[in-house]
Structure formats: C-alpha cells, structure tokens
C-alpha cells in the first residue's frame, strides 16, 4: 500500500535543523532538540510551546523520556557532560559529567535506576540516576552511534559508529546488563548501527543502519532472521506496536514503511516530507513526528482503518461503558424484586471483582437510588 500522511499540525521555534525527537508515555507533549542547542516542550494538540530548555553547548542529538514522563534526559554535540531535566518544573535536576569523549548515545533502564552513555571513544557509562555518579564503563574497539536496554532490564545493546575512511562492518554487542559481560555480537550491518529497538518480551531484536536496511535478530541466539530493505537512506526510528505485530520504520528518505514482523513483509511505503532528521511515533500509533532541516517540528497522521493502529484504549474504554450500562439495569431490576440481597450475590450479578469495588461503587450511586449496605446485606429503602 502506497500513499501519502496527511499533516495535521506543525511547530515553529528551533533555528535550523531540528535533531532530535521523543514524546511522553501519555502522548500529551513532544519534546525537540534542535542545532539551536535548545530543548523545547510543545503541546501535541495545540502545537502551543509550554517550555524552552537552554544549557547544552551544541546541537541536541539524543532525548529520552522517563518511563514515567516525569524526567528527560539529554545529550548534545560538543558537550561531554549528560543532562537530567525535570518536565513538571522545567529545572535542570543534574549534569553527569566529565565523560572523555562527545557522547553519541543514551539509554535508560525500565526502572529509572541508571543512565547508560555511548561516546566516540567507544566506552560504555553506566551512571546512578539518584546520585549523579559514574558506577562502571565497558569498552568497545570503535565508537558507539546507538543503544538501548531491553525491556526487561536484563540486556544491554549497543550500536557500532564507522570509524571515518574505514570500512569495518556495522556490529550490535549485546551485554549483559547487571554483570557487564559480553554475551554475543550481531555482525552484518553496513556503515553505522543507526538505530535500535526490541519488542516488548525481549526476545527479538530489530537494528536499522546507514545504508536504510532493517535486520530482524533472535536475541538468544544471534541468529538474523530477516532482512529488511527499501529505505533509500538512514534509517532514524524503529518502532514496534504493542501487539508485537508490525515493525514501523522512519528513514531521511522522507518515507514511512510498516512491515509485518512475523516475515518482514512490507504493508505499506507511505510519504511524508524530504528533509527528515529526526522521527517518532506517538504512543497508539497514530501519528509521526518529524524534525526537519528547517526548524519545523511537524505531525502527521496515519489513516484510522490502518491495521497497525492501536485501538486497545478505545475498546477499553467501549468495554468499560457496557459493562456500567448493565450494572445500572440489572441494579434498577434488584430495587424492584429485592427488599435485601446479600452481597456477595450482589457481586456475582453485577460482576464485581471483589466486594470492596463493589461497596465503592454503591456509594457512588445517585441519590435517588435509595439503598444503604447493612452489614453484609444490601438493603433497599422503598
């Protein structure tokens, strides 16, 4: 399936290129790290910027979000130190340094706990959140372009940067993540690893390169999978739905593509703007990010009926509203034939979990639904 995004709304701001991209966990805000050496916070739906960060010395390169939306992490060209920002008070909270090299890369763990750095000397930090401290480096034989920790904590991944004028394959090392040791290498890339991602049982690995190919590894045994190519340029994101069903990829290419995880078989090539150097994708899938060469900051929008979009919240919350609809029925048909019910059958009619949520959501009812609970009976005042 070919087409074309639609843009639904755009940010202006940064002076030039606009580097760097990430979002918060709720979907409300986009944060941009631009050539300007300035973070910005914008509001997604109203496009209204709520907050310029300054600090950094140089372009801002990488950006990532707490798991809890709370903090940002950053880290930008010609500074060695990595800064921590509060999102809610719009402070800058720490400034990890001296690092001995520009770093390149940033990671942090699902609990919050440690920072991980990359940098052109191809040493590794792991640094306390908490405490601002430097606990150990591993080092690898070249520089490092990308990195991510897998989702459940254990693995460490990390992306080779090409040595200039030399032409030594991409490599992925996988480490492990407590104990520092080396568990394996994923060879086979071509130019920088520029990006890294896995899904969310942390049994496969995807890594997207300079040269716009995609490679589907098996984590546990190295094995690569599928190869994935059509990008005609670096691939800057990958990203995989909830359902661990498809793979969406963004390239400076100025293309979008959606594959089919199981396969690699590609779903859809769809196009949006030229110029792209910096990419993500809101949390349901339903929209793109993009940075620009020209400052701009721009959304758009992927067609409702898309199959990767994830419509999970709004079946929740469809299932949410039948189920209180016949709560109320079947309750307004307990006031006319009851003059008191236990309420453990109270619950089991009424599918309650637990009494407690039950007795919640009695207290709750409206005034003119006269009942009161009597011990562990239901009582209706008529």
């Not at 049994?203 to 490679?215: A, E, H, K, P, T």
């Not at 069903?245 to 089919?260: A, E, F, K, L, N």
């Not at 039948?322 to 009619?349: C, D, G, N, S, W």
Request: net charge negative; glycine share 8%.
């Amino acid at each position: 399936m070919d087409g074309e995004l639609t843009p639904s709304n755009h940010m202006e701001g940064h002076e030039f290129t606009v580097w760097s991209l990430a979002i918060t966990p709720d979907g409300q805000k986009i944060i941009s790290g631009g050539q300007d050496a300035t973070i910005r916070l914008w509001d997604f739906k109203t496009g209204r910027e709520l907050h310029k960060f300054v600090g950094h010395d140089g372009p801002v390169y990488r950006l990532v979000v707490m798991p809890d939306g709370k903090k940002l992490v950053s880290i930008a060209d010609k500074d060695l130190a990595v800064k921590v920002w509060d999102l809610e008070q719009y402070d800058l909270l720490s400034s990890l340094a001296p690092n001995s090299a520009h770093v390149t890369s940033l990671a942090v763990s699902p609990d919050k706990r440690f920072i991980v750095t990359g940098g052109e000397d191809g040493k590794t930090r792991f640094w306390d959140v908490d405490r601002g401290v430097l606990l150990r480096t591993i080092e690898h034989d070249r520089p490092l372009y990308s990195m991510m920790i897998s989702p459940d904590g254990r693995h460490l991944l990390c992306g080779s940067k090409r040595n200039p004028g030399e032409r030594d394959p991409g490599t992925v090392w996988i480490w492990d993540f407590e104990l520092g040791s080396l568990l394996r290498t994923l060879e086979g890339h071509r130019g920088h690893v520029t990006t890294i991602t896995m899904t969310a049982d942390s049994r496969y690995v995807l890594s997207g390169d300079q040269d716009g190919n995609i490679y589907l590894w098996d984590l546990e045994t190295g094995t690569l999978l599928k190869t994935m190519a059509g990008h005609r340029g670096p691939v800057l994101s990958l990203e995989i739905t909830a359902d661990n069903q498809h793979i969406i990829s963004g390239s400076i290419d100025g293309t979008v593509r959606v594959w089919i995880l199981r396969g690699g078989v590609l779903l859809a090539e769809l196009h949006h703007t030229e110029n792209v150097h910096s990419l993500t994708v809101t949390p349901d899938y339903r929209h793109i990010i993009t940075g620009s060469m020209d400052g701009l900051v721009e959304v758009w929008d992927f067609d409702l009926d898309s199959p990767w979009i994830d419509s999970s919240r709004e079946l929740a919350e469809e299932a949410k509203a039948e189920l209180e609809a016949f709560r109320m029925v079947q309750m307004k048909k307990v006031m006319t034939r009851y003059e008191t019910l236990p309420l453990f059958r109270l619950a089991t009619l009424l599918r309650f979990n637990s009494l407690e949520e039950l007795e919640d959501w009695l207290l709750d009812l409206p005034p003119e639904m006269a009942i009161k609970i009597d011990g562990s009976l239901l009582v209706i005042t008529k």
